[in-house]
């Protein structure tokens, strides 16, 4: 469904989204990055900016909750988790290439009929906006984390997210927010070359939501030797450390995918990056490892 979007202005013949730091400057029967905002005229012919995807979900689960992951968050539950369409990073690794970038099929959900499918599901601690990043759903997902607060207040509102968004709209949608899990994928170089973006933006939404007192837990994949060298492991765990120490990284071992081709990372090269990021940080989590590929690099 299309629904005008939140935060743009116009300028000549462009609308100027401000939702995420691309700033895309989208002319007339054109999208963003994100394919999911684009431009067209109004029946005054007015120009406007649009999001596509409002309540288009593609994908509705309901998984334990460490699988967003979120180790530190009522473990042991579960969460009813929902997926829409578009991304706007281009992560060559893409773990969910064909509803972050393709056109899958969707069943129009409202933030009414998500809140009524909360309540029906009385195992679910609350809802987790997942599988393709929720920030490009932004409208959906403030409108529905707003009406859950209002009718089930107990209930939870989970991000996964790239943490790819501008301050202001980061902050008129945390208030709502109680756990996120963001990725923190490499250094500048790595997010300018393989994701198409760039790191301080990521880096400043951890500090905001861990300011606003959001549960955060922070991701990393580890793609052989292009993002698990000492000076970039260092970096991102003194990074967490400064922000809070109290924070979990999880890292997880890289397979092939969408347009990325390197080999899986050996068990070693994340052994080695464990042990390096666990000097630093007093709770790494490990993933995507078998129990004895886990136990060959760590002790347990
Ligand atoms: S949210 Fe989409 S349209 Fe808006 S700036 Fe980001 S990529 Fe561009």
Request: glycine share 6%; with cysteine; net charge negative.
């Amino acid at each position: 469904m299309k629904i005008e979007a939140l935060f743009y202005q116009i300028e000549g013949d462009f609308a100027i989204c401000m939702l995420c730091p691309h700033g895309c400057h989208i002319k007339e029967g054109n999208r963003g990055v994100c394919r999911v905002r684009g431009a067209l005229r109004d029946e005054s012919g007015n120009l406007r900016l649009y999001t596509f995807n409002y309540g288009e979900v593609s994908s509705l689960a309901l998984d334990p909750i460490e699988k967003k992951p979120l180790v530190n968050f009522f473990p042991g539950t579960f969460i009813l988790s929902v997926g829409s369409y578009g991304c706007n990073l281009k992560c060559l690794f893409c773990q969910n290439y064909h509803i972050a970038h393709e056109d899958p099929h969707t069943v129009f959900m409202s933030p009414e009929d998500m809140v009524k499918k909360i309540q029906a599901h009385t195992d679910s601690i609350g809802i987790a906006f997942t599988y393709n990043e929720p920030t490009v759903w932004y409208e959906c997902v403030l409108d529905t984390a707003m009406l859950l607060k209002k009718h089930l207040p107990d209930k939870k509102v989970v991000l996964v997210t790239n943490g790819y968004i501008n301050e202001t709209p980061l902050k008129k949608l945390l208030p709502y927010i109680d756990a996120m899990n963001i990725d923190l994928k490499g250094d500048d170089n790595f997010y300018r070359n393989i994701c198409s973006g760039t790191m301080p933006e990521v880096m400043q939404t951890i500090k905001i939501a861990d300011e606003m007192g959001v549960h955060v837990e922070v991701s990393t994949l580890i793609i052989g030797k292009i993002n698990s060298d000492d000076e970039t492991l260092i970096d991102i765990g003194e990074f967490i450390k400064n922000i809070n120490p109290d924070i979990t990284l999880h890292i997880s071992r890289y397979f092939p995918c969408y347009k990325m081709s390197e080999p899986p990372t050996e068990i070693e090269t994340i052994g080695k990056s464990y042990h390096t990021l666990k000097k630093i940080l007093p709770d790494v989590r490990v993933g995507n490892l078998t129990l004895e590929e886990l136990r060959s690099i760590i002790e347990i």
